[in-house]
């Protein structure tokens, strides 16, 4: 297995890039934002690199982190997502976005992505829930936001504003506080 490559950027699109490794030029599926970040031609680049092995073809897709390439890798885990829904989840939200959603049961937010609806995202959350048991801990507030989330349904809140608002929340601040920032941000709608 190839975990990593580092070499010169020799081209890139939306996403890929092709990385120039001891004169070979290996073609990586990267989110935007990855490609974004490592720039354009010319750039010297390090990716943490995920093989995937297909009956007819061998794919690269690079990340940043390994820690990305690992929580990459926990989403091709789920049945019904293969590599490209994994990549298109990791272009729409963050990696500390996908697990506060997975803690959280938070549905909504996973239906941002292109090709997951609500019954994908709820069983997403399902079957990846008990394999990130052990980031509840590092998903700060999770609990708490997810009560002023609760709150709002409640009053009668779309999903779709308690997602934008909810996420504007700090994740530290007491649930009182955040609810009381959360009707006021409503209010002005």
Known sequence: MIASLSGTVAASTNDRLILQV????????????????????GTE???????HVREDALEFYGFPTAGDRDLFRLLLTASGIGPKVAMAVMGALTADEIRRAVVTEDAVALTVVPGIGMRSAQKLILELRPKLAGAEADVMGGAALSRVREALEGLGYAAAEIHQVVGSLPADAPIEENLRMALKALGKR
């Open 22 to 41: 001891g004169g070979v030029g290996f073609e990586i599926r990267v989110t935007p934002s990855t490609r974004a970040e490592i720039g354009g031609a």
């Open 45 to 51: 680049a390090m990716l943490h690199t995920h093989l």
